[in-house]
Structures are given as C-alpha cells and as structure tokens.
C-alpha cells in the first residue's frame, strides 16, 4: 500500500497537534500552608476587623490592576463566605503593630477577631518552554495571615498561604484575579460550611 506524498507529514504533526490538544488547559490547584496545619481563623459568630496591604514586589507589574483585583476578591469572599458575623475590612498601607493598634481603636463596633492580610502575590505567571507543552503557565496567589488580640492588639499567629492553579497549556490574565483570591482565602481562612 502506498501512502500519498503529500500526506506523509499530516500523521506526525495531528499526533503533536493532539498531544498539545490534551496537555493544553489540564489546570490543577496546589495549596500549601507554612507552618501547616493551621486552625480555622473565621468564627461565623463573632464579628472582625480585617485589616489588609498589599506588599509587592520590587519588579511588579500592574499593581493597580492587581490591588483591585484583591480589593474585589476580600470583598466578595467577606460578603458572601459567612466567615465571621460582620466584618469591617479596611485596606492599610501596612500591617506595622502601630497601624493595627490604630484600625483598633477606631472600630464601628466590638470586635471579637482581628486578621491581618498581607497579599505578597496575586497574578498570573508563565513559564516558556518547560514542559513538553511550550507554555505552562496559570495564576499564583500568596498571602501573610496574621491574627492580633482584640485587646492589646499584640500578634497572637501568622502563616502564609501559597496557592497556584495552572499547568501545561494554561495562560491567563488578570481577569480572574479576584475569583482567585476568593479561592485562596477560602483555602487559608477555613470558613465552615454555609
């Protein structure tokens, strides 16, 4: 049997294209938490003052898009998760124990939590040619959390959250920085079921 010259070239190029066409969106989500494990920091019955700053990198790019990104992501997560009763969530310039100090004594109401947040990272990162896919890339969120006593507002713990989901294939921008934010504080928070 003899195979068309002209088709010769189209079997080993449909088996990359496919190979790629599987490897292309396989997206996975990975979450460590250091120190683990980590005890719940949401009580849905108590109220909170959640206190959050960004702290970029030297080199990052599009803070503005970023930090409403996170904005919107704290926002929608406290609105909608039941973490706490009632939470007042302040954006800080940091979180230095006299800036905590400060937001604690200026409360609407008692607090019976205050969490600080520090987003270190929230973007999507790409890596060229790592894998037998050209690209792998996804989205990247990494928190500080810290709790402080209501009362001398003196840090009681803090861990940090690594969240990712990516894999071969996979590009993204920043408009689902906010979901990814929801997802990480999910993930580092513990809020219970609602």
């Not at 019955?45 to 599009?62: F, G, Y």
């Not at 800036?99 to 060229?128: D, F, H, M, Y």
Request: glycine share 8%; with cysteine.
């Amino acid at each position: 049997m003899s195979i068309n010259p002209s088709l010769r070239g189209i079997a080993p190029r449909f088996a990359t294209f496919a190979a790629c066409a599987l490897l292309a969106g396989c997206a996975s989500t990975s979450v460590t938490l250091q120190p683990t494990p980590q005890a719940p920091v949401c009580t849905s019955s108590t109220n909170a003052l959640v206190l959050w700053a960004p702290n970029w990198r030297p080199d990052q790019k599009d803070r503005t898009a970023r930090e409403e990104a996170a904005a919107s992501g704290l926002n929608q997560f406290f609105a909608q998760s039941g973490c706490f009763a009632r939470t007042e969530l302040r954006r800080v310039q940091a979180l230095a124990p006299a800036t905590v100090q400060a937001a604690l004594g200026n409360t609407r109401e008692p607090v019976g939590s205050v969490v600080g947040i520090e987003v270190r990272e929230l973007g999507p990162i790409v890596k060229l040619l790592s894998s037998l896919a050209l690209v792998e890339g996804g989205t990247e969120v990494v928190l500080r959390i810290a709790e402080y006593s209501p009362q001398s507002a003196a840090e009681v713990r803090q861990f940090v959250v690594h969240w990712k989901n990516g894999g071969p294939g996979v590009v993204r921008g920043v408009a689902g920085l906010a979901d990814d934010m929801q997802s990480a504080l999910h993930t580092g928070l513990q809020p219970g079921p609602r």
